[in-house]
């Protein structure tokens, strides 16, 4: 009987002293725990983060990175010309110049009193189907050949107007030049015409879907132009030594930007484009959003207006607007005229009329420079 009782009193106090211990823990702990709130609300115990600063929303961190200014000789030119080209080749995504020739079929094919006109389908670099229209003087030597880039032409085709209609801003000036003895070709940009709603994304929604896939809707417009333009080069009818490429509004853009990569065109005319210097203005609150059809990622944040201009020379280049497009046009000629040692090349001219392609002054200096 004492045994038994001796065991149960040890299990109580053993009870006990482990439920004491145990209360004497909790209060240790959760005094530790108040020490430490205590602590907290007492002092900042995380480190802040620091302001921005002052550049980071005018520039978004990124520093403009400033190739070379001009002016200088000849052989500075040419060696600069080399390799601010070659790094715009390089920061382009892939391959701007075609590999392979050109594929595609020609739909329809007839006969006018001056001229053939074809209609074309070509297959581009990444199997984008595209339209085009080609126009051959009947002639029995090969001709210069000059293309035509559209311009903006919103649920309108392009290449259309470029080729039909007199009466819109593009003048039909593909067939007009053609009629005065070039073999003229031009193309629907994606996004546009027979390329666009509600077949084809409208071109600011396929530049959108094109950024998010690490390319830009400029880089697939010049390679679709490399890939046309290869059908001038390699045309039967066509004197591939003398190629010119042409314009207005976006088409002249993207003439400029072109013709600076590609060494082999002799001529570029540019209508209703142009005029400033610079690196493109960044946005700010009181900005409009832009077309993104006109961004180069990355190239855009160092490459300026005028140097675009600098990597036509030294071969003849036109630029044209209108009066009532852009008044204070000619005001950075002397700038733009730096590229060239032989300032006859260059002709930058301000006429009566608005935002179009003047098509007699683009004959005029393509009957000239080609």
């Excluded at 550049?55 to 080399?82: C, H, M, V, Y």
């Excluded at 001529?267 to 900005?287: K, R, T």
């Excluded at 260059?346 to 608005?354: A, L, R, T």
Aim: with cysteine; proline share 5%.
């Amino acid at each position: 009987m004492e045994t038994s009782y001796k065991v149960k009193l040890r299990f109580v106090i053993g009870f006990i002293l482990t439920f004491f211990i145990l209360g004497l823990v909790i209060e240790y702990k959760f005094g530790m725990i108040k020490d430490i709130q205590n602590d907290r609300n007492e002092k900042i115990w995380y480190k802040p983060l620091p302001e921005f600063p002052s550049s980071f929303n005018n520039k978004a961190g990124l520093s403009t990175n400033k190739f070379i200014d001009f002016p200088l000789n000849q052989d500075e030119n040419f060696f600069w010309r080399e390799a601010l080209r070659n790094r715009i080749l390089n920061e382009i995504n892939g391959e701007l110049f075609p590999t392979k020739p050109t594929q595609y079929k020609v739909l329809s094919s007839k006969d006018t009193v001056c001229l053939i006109e074809q209609e074309l389908l070509i297959t581009s670099f990444d199997g984008q189907l595209i339209p085009a229209r080609l126009f051959i003087p009947i002639s029995n030597k090969p001709n210069p050949g000059i293309l035509f880039i559209p311009g903006h032409s919103g649920s309108q085709s392009g290449m259309l107007q470029l080729s039909d209609e007199v009466d819109s801003y593009q003048n039909a000036a593909a067939r007009k030049l053609a009629e005065s003895g070039f073999v003229t070709l031009t193309f629907e940009l994606r996004g546009f015409g027979y390329l666009g709603m509600p077949d084809y994304p409208e071109h600011n929604l396929l530049a959108y879907n094109a950024l998010q896939k690490g390319e830009s809707f400029k880089a697939l417009i010049l390679k679709d132009t490399a890939v046309v333009i290869a059908i001038l080069k390699e045309h039967s009818k066509v004197d591939s030594n003398r190629i010119g490429i042409t314009g207005a509004s976006y088409g002249g853009e993207v003439a400029v930007q072109y013709g600076a990569l590609d060494k082999n065109i002799k001529a570029i005319s540019f209508h209703s484009y142009a005029g400033n210097i610079g690196v493109p203005d960044e946005l700010d609150n009181s900005s409009t959003t832009p077309h993104l059809c006109h961004i180069l990622p990355g190239i855009d944040s160092w490459m300026t207006q005028e140097q675009w201009i600098w990597l036509l020379a030294p071969r003849s280049i036109q630029g044209i607007r209108g009066i009532e497009d852009k008044k204070d046009f000619m005001k950075n000629y002397d700038v733009y005229a730096m590229g060239w040692n032989d300032k006859s090349k260059i002709k930058m001219q301000i006429v009566e009329g608005g935002h179009r392609y003047f098509t007699n002054s683009s004959i005029n200096f393509f009957k000239s420079n080609l």
